[in-house]
């Protein structure tokens, strides 16, 4: 199994912070790399796919990067509405989450 | 647009068979170019894949449920479900029903939309 590992599990921001949370893969998954954002009582939400593709409808202010093992969601200025949980998922081999990063008001 | 809803039971016993129903509107399971999931949460924690369908009735497992696990497809109700035998309180979760996107090659599949989910709890 390709295991997915995200960092940090938690983190506290400002409104208008920048925030950037990693992803690392056991082994290379090319760009199969997904984000979703989580808020609670919700069903995920799409919003990254392909490592770097914004999915259409969602602000510009996500972006993400990165290839092979290490991949990056940032948040160029983070929002009141981004405060949420965040999932990476590898569709690589089978199909795998990241366990989550919460992103909490400072 | 495409949208899903889950449905069952919410209470299941142990031992018992978990069945679940996702019902399509808004596009035809039969177009083709996706996969119809299943993708389950427990409470508090992380989100974890159970499998896919096609609509010409070809699946794909989690290697961890796959003994456990049966989803079929329904084209003339636009449905798709789940069976989940033998469960035990480890099964305690919200599962969801999604649709993945087949991508083009070189750039994986993604998950869009996804239901809004349901809880099913296992307890005697």
């Known amino acids: 199994d390709i295991q997915m590992t995200q960092s940090p599990s938690s983190l506290s921001a400002s409104v208008g912070d920048r925030v950037t949370i990693t992803c690392r893969a056991s082994q290379s998954i090319n760009n199969y790399l997904n984000w979703y954002q989580q808020k609670p009582g919700k069903a995920p939400k799409l919003l990254i796919y392909?490592?770097?593709s914004l999915q259409s409808g969602v602000p510009s202010r996500f972006s993400g990067s990165g290839s092979g093992t290490d991949f990056t969601l940032t948040i160029s200025s983070l929002q009141p509405e981004d405060f949420a949980t965040y999932y990476c998922?590898?569709?690589?081999?089978?199909?795998?989450f990241g366990g989550g990063t919460k992103v909490e008001i400072k | 647009q495409v949208q899903l809803q889950e449905s069952g039971p919410g209470l299941v016993k142990p031992s018992q068979t978990l069945s679940l129903t996702c019902s399509v509107s808004g596009g035809s399971i039969s177009s083709g170019g996706y996969y119809w999931s299943w993708i389950r949460q427990h409470p508090g924690k992380g989100l974890e894949w159970i499998g896919y369908i096609y609509y010409s009735g070809s699946t794909y497992y989690n290697p961890s449920l796959k003994s456990r696990v049966t989803i079929s497809v329904d084209t003339s109700k636009n449905q798709f479900s789940l069976k989940l035998s033998s469960v035990t309180a480890a099964d305690t979760a919200v599962y969801y029903c999604?649709?993945?996107?087949?991508?083009?090659?070189?750039?994986?599949?993604?998950?869009?939309?996804w239901g809004q989910g349901t809880l099913v709890t296992v307890s005697s």
């Open positions: 998922q590898q569709s690589y081999i089978i199909r795998t």
């Open positions: 392909a490592a770097s």
């Open positions: 999604a649709r993945e996107i087949l991508a083009a090659v070189g750039t994986g599949d993604w998950v869009d939309p």
